[in-house]
């Protein structure tokens, strides 16, 4: 998976020097089939993946897994392009696609890969942001890579890691990068306009406990978070509310950032340790006015990218009804303020809908 922005982050580094099978990315989501004209607005819909083949082994687990993800991806986008006016420092121009290879999973799922996903030896993309300059160009998924600004593109393991160095320098200073890409059988070379969008990464958790984590630079949401998601609006408001951390720096003002950080490396495994899970694994609580100040935020978060908001509340009092504060590692051990929060987002909610029937900028 690449992501590279203009300035060589910490982000990146320790992005490219992991080896599990989601790698964090801040700008990723599904293609769409057709692309609309410029300026025209774009909706995110859900990719369509291959069944899963019976004699495949492993096919099922990895085809759960990426359309997990692929979820992520499609709902964040808006999140991350519509919103760069509040996240400060962490917008960066961004390539607006994921690629990866057969090799940028695991290695009981490498023959899964090529075989269900098509995925062989050099890059191909994976997902396309939508609203982004890529989705503007044309790129799809399944597009193969083959050069970047006249630049060859590796293959083979650990083409993801050698990519990022080639592609940082041609991108330095740019607002435009020349892509070439195989389709059908047939080269191209597109143009594709760099996207500025709120550099945060989505990553999934492997496991069944239903929590979110944040650690400065990255967004974990478990699949059993994702589980209690009914809809797109409400995977939204557990994306936005980590979002909002990260902008307002919570991870580091409570001296958490590493401790989360691993938190985040451990889950994003394929089979990551869970005993080192047990209790609070070393997490503080989240105080109620820093917590209700990341409520406020991600409401305009959400508002600013087409999410409705007014359902915010009641999602979380159900979180915190099903999974309260005894179970720990869940959502609410981590987030117990829930009646101070609900004050504080239904105060937010009406400075909101004031604001947008006065036509005035949804900014805190």
């Known amino acids: 998976m690449i992501r590279i922005t203009r300035a060589w982050s910490r982000v990146l580094s320790s992005c490219l020097r992991k080896r599990s099978w989601a790698v964090p990315v801040a700008l990723l989501l599904s293609a769409c089939a057709t692309v609309p004209p410029p300026g025209a607005p774009v909706a995110a819909t859900a990719e369509t993946f291959p069944a899963a083949p019976p004699n495949v082994p492993g096919a099922q687990e990895l085809l759960t897994l990426v359309r997990l993800q692929d979820r992520l991806y499609r709902v964040g986008g808006p999140l991350l392009v519509d919103n760069t006016a509040l996240c400060k420092g962490d917008a960066r121009e961004l390539l607006g696609f994921t690629a990866k290879n057969r090799y940028s999973y695991s290695s009981e799922y490498i023959d899964a890969a090529q075989r269900v996903l098509g995925l062989g030896e050099r890059l191909q993309i994976m997902g396309v942001l939508s609203g982004s300059g890529a989705q503007h160009a044309g790129l799809r998924r399944g597009d193969t890579l083959l050069a970047v600004e006249g630049a060859a593109l590796p293959q083979g393991p650990d083409a993801e890691q050698h990519a990022a160095p080639v592609l940082a320098p041609l991108m330095?200073?740019?607002?435009?990068?020349?892509?070439?890409?195989?389709?059908?059988?047939?080269?191209?070379?597109?143009?594709?306009?760099?996207?500025?969008?709120?550099?945060?990464?989505?990553?999934?958790?492997?496991?069944?406990?239903?929590?979110?984590?944040?650690?400065?630079?990255?967004?974990?949401?478990?699949?059993?978070?994702?589980?209690?998601?009914?809809?797109?609006?409400q995977l939204a408001y557990v994306l936005a509310k980590e979002m909002a951390h990260n902008i307002l720096e919570h991870a580091s003002k409570l001296r958490m950032s590493a401790t989360v950080g691993g938190i985040i490396d451990n889950l994003t495994r394929i089979h990551p340790d869970l005993s080192t899970m047990a209790g609070m694994a070393g997490v503080r609580p989240m105080p109620k006015e820093l917590d209700a100040t990341a409520d406020r935020l991600s409401l305009y978060l959400l508002a600013r990218a087409g999410y409705d908001p007014n359902g915010a509340v009641d999602f979380w009092k159900d979180i915190a009804a099903r999974y309260p504060t005894t179970m720990l590692n869940g959502y609410t051990a981590l987030h117990p303020s829930i009646d101070y929060r609900v004050w504080a987002m239904n105060k937010t909610l009406a400075l909101i809908k004031a604001k947008k029937a006065d036509g005035k900028p949804l900014i805190p």
């Open 172 to 233: 330095a200073g740019r607002s435009t990068v020349s892509v070439a890409i195989e389709r059908d059988g047939h080269r191209m070379t597109l143009d594709v306009p760099l996207t500025y969008a709120c550099a945060f990464g989505f990553e999934l958790g492997n496991t069944d406990t239903p929590v979110a984590y944040d650690d400065g630079h990255r967004v974990l949401v478990t699949r059993g978070m994702i589980a209690l998601t009914q809809s797109d609006d």
